[in-house]
């Protein structure tokens, strides 16, 4: 069992900042990744970051997202800059543990004003 901590979510101005947290407590953890559902959608990869450091970012978001991660502490950061309205959304963190097992957070909102 992995249990996800998030924090950081909020409001903030188009072109502001924010920075995203999410600690996993249990099991070995593999890749971790931040997702995010905006009302009406699919929850969609934003980006991820294995054990080993190898980034993934979803075309919307590079250039102005950043993921890293500290494997002692089994944290993942999501620094998020030059925000969009259209960046508003839930944003989820999930750890893989093995090939068929993954975990997610509950999740934190993320609202950008224009």
């Known amino acids: 069992q992995v249990h996800l901590v998030e924090s950081g979510g909020g409001l903030v101005q188009a072109g502001g900042s924010l920075r995203l947290s999410c600690a996993a407590s249990?099991?070995?953890?593999?890749?971790l990744g931040w997702y995010r559902q905006a009302p009406g959608k699919q929850r969609e990869l934003v980006a991820s970051?294995?054990?080993?450091?190898?980034?993934y970012y979803a075309d919307s978001v590079k250039g102005r997202f950043t993921i890293s991660r500290d494997n002692a502490k089994n944290t993942v950061y999501l620094q998020m800059n030059s925000l969009e309205s259209e960046d508003t959304a839930v944003y989820y963190c999930?750890?893989?543990?093995?090939?068929?097992?993954?975990?997610w957070g509950q999740g934190t909102q993320v609202t950008v004003s224009s």
């Open positions: 970051i294995t054990r080993g450091g190898a980034t």
């Open positions: 249990g099991l070995y953890v593999g890749t």
């Open positions: 999930n750890a893989v543990v093995s090939w068929d097992r993954a975990y």
